[in-house]
């Protein structure tokens, strides 16, 4: 039986295919439990420093698998802990549309912390017009969209582009279509030239400064300042700088 999702590692980039392209990549039973192993190889694969998502076919994503949820029983009820998986990655992830993506597929978009899309795809919160809401989604597409145009597509169900994808803040770059895997490939190069730690504890400082208080943040962020300038990433950071030579961790052949 062939797999709904496949996994390759080289060069520190892991890249997970959804490759379901006869349901459009729907997020089936199957499908989620082969996405949760992926991830789950990906972000303890000591060799994988970065992971790409992205699918196999014209769709990235088309959302739940609504013949199995014709049934009624929550088959989509595993879609947190995956969204989650990626969110709370200490590892980047870039969402690499092939594209378009409806509904529960905007949501592993979201959860994503780099999103390119090519300037083709299209995009739908479709839930209010199958009469469900988009409410497991909404945890991760809320914290990236701006409040106006969330409301607007959300509570309308209305069709938009990549480009608008990218103003609202669902994506980071709406690029030609010929141009999509450079870009990927892009962002990808500048990543695994971050130190690993560092990476991680600027991913989550990226989602909680902006919640702290004021006062609270500064003094926060002097001490942990202060902890990576000391820290053996830093520490080598800064002699790499000083030897004008790359830092360990960037891979053989990139300066």
């Known amino acids: 039986m062939e797999p709904f ?29 082969e996405l949760d192993d992926a991830l789950t190889w990906a972000i303890g694969e000591r060799d994988v420093r970065v992971a790409v998502l992205t699918g196999e076919g014209p769709v990235f994503c088309s959302g739940a698998d609504l013949k199995e949820q014709r049934g009624g029983a929550p088959v989509t009820a595993s879609f947190p802990e ?33 999103a390119i899309a090519p300037e083709t795809a299209s995009f739908a919160f479709s839930e209010v017009r199958l009469g469900v809401v988009p409410a497991m989604i ?21 069709v938009f582009t990549a480009a608008r994808a990218a103003e609202i803040g669902l994506l980071t770059r709406a690029v030609p279509e010929e141009d999509l895997d450079a870009t990927v490939a892009h962002y990808t190069d500048m990543l695994l030239r ?62």
């Open 5 to 33: 999702v496949r996994r390759e590692e080289a060069g520190g980039v892991a890249t997970i295919t959804l490759d379901s392209p006869h349901n459009r990549n729907a997020l089936s039973s199957r499908l989620l439990a």
């Open 82 to 114: 995956i969204m989650s998986l990626i969110w709370e990655s200490p590892k980047p992830v870039v969402c690499r549309l092939n594209g378009t993506a409806r509904a529960g597929g905007l949501g592993l978009v979201a959860a994503c912390d780099f």
């Open 138 to 158: 909404s945890v991760t597409t809320l914290r990236r969209l701006d409040p106006r145009a969330a409301a607007e597509y959300f509570m309308t169900g209305e």
């Open 194 to 255: 971050g130190a690993p730690e560092a990476l991680a504890i600027t991913k989550r400082l990226v989602r909680e400064v902006p919640a702290m208080p004021v006062d609270e943040g500064f003094r926060r962020m002097a001490e942990l300042s202060a902890q990576r300038f000391t820290s053996e990433e830093g520490q080598e950071g800064i002699r790499a700088f000083m030897e004008k030579r790359p830092a360990s961790w960037v891979p053989d052949g990139r300066a």
